[in-house]
């Protein structure tokens, strides 16, 4: 399943670690955001590199992982701030900061931004959270545990069409409408309420003919799903806005992507907001009086090297691109 933040919550691994680090230069009274902070595998790095001073704000929707995060990290608990959220409000950080009972502490400049997209291991390997196909649990796949709409709201409620633009949209799935079409025809029965019954009445769907698959064939399926129920694609793009909003001049943005829909967005706003002009190519005058924010660190996506993903295999998908923001007095000279 693409789209994970690698290893299991005894045995975390974060993915691209050193490369993390190399960017984000972690330094002594740096303050940085992990906006995705799972089990705090790489906050760890983070706050090891930027001692003794150095501090960070870990956000997670999950309070799962966030409690998992304050245990793992609990020897930096002078550094370190946990805040229940969605990092699609950065632009809201004081107030975010706030939340964390640090309600006298002025908000520093952000020196440096993480964003590991996707699902965390600890939501991988517990089939109670209803996200992987590998061992039968409930239809969940809800990152916010309080949120209402769930997977299996979507699989049982949603009309036929709108399940089948789903799994096209945001799986990129070639059998979509097939799938759509098992999956009312199976609900009529009695309603899906597992994963494994879900995986099942996909595998049922597509076309013998389609064997050899190099993944199993609910993957993209799961996929569309998590991405449709959680809006993590919304949530990208104004996570990204939001990060740029607040870090200072020549802070940085790091994120880790694994797959395709998501990378496309992330290169797509870097390339935009480092742009000097942004009208429509065919304006024979500038006119839109745009400014860079952004200057792109990475010309093309970091990956994983075969060592790291002999190691973590989950890793192997995992697309890491770095942008710095402009000092805005620099852009107008």
């Known amino acids: 399943m693409s789209g994970m933040k690698a290893g299991s919550r005894q045995e975390h691994i974060p993915v691209l670690v050193n490369e993390v680090v190399q960017f984000l230069q972690p330094q002594n009274h740096g303050f940085y955001v992990d906006g995705t902070v799972g089990l705090g595998g790489h906050a760890a790095v983070i706050l090891q590199r930027s001692a003794p001073a150095g501090s ?26 946990f805040v229940g959220g969605n990092f699609a409000h950065l632009d809201q950080l004081p107030q975010l900061h706030r939340s964390a009972d640090q309600l006298e502490t002025a908000i520093p400049q952000v020196d440096g931004i993480l964003l590991d997209l996707g699902v965390s291991s600890l939501q991988l390997d517990t089939p109670a959270r209803g996200f992987s196909f590998t061992h039968s649990g409930p239809l969940d796949m809800r990152m916010d545990p309080n949120q209402s709409l769930s997977a299996a709201r979507v699989v049982n409620r949603h009309p036929e069409d709108a399940l089948a633009k789903i799994f096209t949209q945001f799986g990129q799935e070639r059998w979509s409408k097939k799938i759509a079409r098992g999956i009312v025809y199976a609900r009529k ?42 809006d993590e ?32 967005i ?49 890793s192997r998908s995992a697309k890491l691109r770095v942008a710095a923001k402009i000092n805005e007095s620099k852009t107008k000279d």
């Open 56 to 81: 960070l704000l870990g956000i997670d929707l999950d309070s799962q992982a966030l409690a998992v995060a304050k245990d793992r990290l609990y020897k930096y608990k002078d550094r370190v701030t």
């Open 266 to 314: 992330v290169k797509e706003q870097f390339r935009a907001l480092s742009r000097a002009c942004i009208c429509p190519p065919k304006t024979p005058i500038c006119v839109c009086e745009h400014t860079p924010t952004l200057q792109t660190l990475t010309k093309r996506p970091i990956t994983p090297t075969p060592n790291e993903i002999r190691q973590n295999p989950r």
């Open 189 to 230: 029965r009695k309603p899906i309420s597992t994963t494994s019954q879900l995986a099942e009445i996909v595998l049922a769907a597509i076309p013998p003919k389609s064997t050899g698959w190099r993944i199993h064939p609910a993957t993209r399926v799961f996929q569309a799903l998590r991405i449709y129920i959680n």
């Open 233 to 264: 694609l919304k949530n990208l793009h104004s996570g990204i806005s939001g990060a740029v909003s607040v870090l200072r001049p020549g802070g940085r943005l790091c994120i880790i992507s694994f797959h395709s829909l998501e990378d496309r």
